[in-house]
C-alpha cells in the first residue's frame, strides 16, 4: 500500500507563493504523479501533474506560468512550486500517485490510485 502525504499548504497574499510537498512510502515502483484541487462547491480538478521520472510534466491552463511540477526520485517526494497565487488559487490539494512507467502522464482523478489527505491554500485578496 502506497502512502502519500501532502504538506506546505497555508494561507498568501495574492501575489504571493507557496510550496507544496508531497511524499511517498510504500512498495517500490514507478509511480506518476499528480496534484490535484478542490475548491468548495466545485469539482476535483487536475493542476499538474509529472511522469515517474519526471521527464514529462502537464499543466492545466489555468496554472501554466505560474505553478511548477518537479520531483526528487531519491527522497521519493514531489513538489508544486505555486508562484503569483490568485485568490482563485484558493483550495483543498491534494497529491495522487499512480502505477505507471515510461513518459505518460496522467491527468483525471480516476487514473490514480493513492491519494493523500489534502491541504488547504488560502490566497486572500
Known amino acids: 500500500q502506497v502512502q502519500v502525504v501532502e504538506s506546505g499548504g497555508g494561507l498568501v497574499q495574492t501575489g504571493g507563493s507557496l510550496r507544496l510537498s508531497c511524499a511517498a512510502s510504500g512498495p517500490t515502483g514507478s509511480y506518476g504523479m499528480g496534484w490535484f484541487r478542490q475548491a468548495s462547491g466545485k469539482e476535483r480538478e487536475i493542476v499538474a501533474a509529472?511522469?515517474?521520472?519526471?521527464?514529462?510534466?502537464y499543466y492545466a491552463d489555468s496554472v501554466k506560468g505560474r505553478f511548477t511540477i518537479s520531483r526528487d526520485l531519491a527522497k521519493n517526494t514531489v513538489f508544486l512550486q505555486m508562484n503569483s497565487l490568485k485568490p482563485e488559487d484558493t483550495a483543498v490539494y491534494y497529491c495522487a500517485a499512480t502505477r505507471i512507467s515510461g513518459f505518460a502522464v496522467r491527468t483525471t482523478p480516476g487514473a490514480y490510485t493513492y491519494w493523500g489527505q489534502g491541504t488547504q491554500v488560502t490566497v486572500s485578496s
Open positions: 509529472i511522469n515517474w521520472s519526471g521527464g514529462s510534466s
